[in-house]
């Protein structure tokens, strides 16, 4: 197991530290909303403040039940995580690496909930004037990457059973 934890804090400690990196350089480069094109009509950096969840779900809700909400399952799903590393055998990387990227990006974004009472978004990806995907920042990133991952292994045949 420990050797399991010590990736774990590697690889979420890589995610948390770039996560928080960046978005200090947002909150204090750029003032909200303010925004920069990267790739014209596809991709800007803009200083979003989301109360929300991921796109901006319960952001609208009661700010004591959305407060109260994500202060509580952020350590919850940590546990989970925990829980769910001690029975993942230790050379599957995969998995490992998986569980870590949710982990990281959870602390990342609990962080800034502790911190400031809402998470800094800031990756903007649009189609022109069309279409606008919710801003999103790193945390987020290492939280959809390991469900993706996550959801890929459980297409995978179990070593155990016979074909």
């Not at 804090?9 to 750029?30: C, E, M, N, V």
């Amino acid at each position: 197991m420990k050797k399991k934890v010590m990736f774990l804090i590697s690889i979420a400690g890589l995610f948390i530290a770039l996560d928080q990196l960046t978005k200090l350089y947002i909150h204090t480069h750029y003032q909200l909303s303010e925004s920069l094109t990267i790739i014209p009509g596809f991709f800007n950096i803009t200083y979003v403040k989301n109360p929300g969840a991921a796109f901006g779900f319960l952001a609208s809700s009661n700010p004591f039940f959305r407060d109260a909400f994500f202060l509580i399952i952020p350590p919850v799903a940590l546990v989970i995580i925990m829980m769910i590393l001690r029975t993942v055998h230790q050379n599957d990387r995969i998995q490992i690496v998986a569980l870590s990227c949710v982990f990281g990006g959870a602390i990342g974004n609990y962080i800034d909930r502790l911190r400031l009472r809402y998470v800094i978004d800031f990756l903007d990806f649009h189609y022109r004037n069309i279409y606008s995907w919710p801003a999103f920042n790193i945390a987020d990133v290492a939280i959809v990457t390991g469900i993706c991952m996550l959801f890929l292994l459980s297409f995978r045949r179990p070593r155990n059973r016979p074909a």
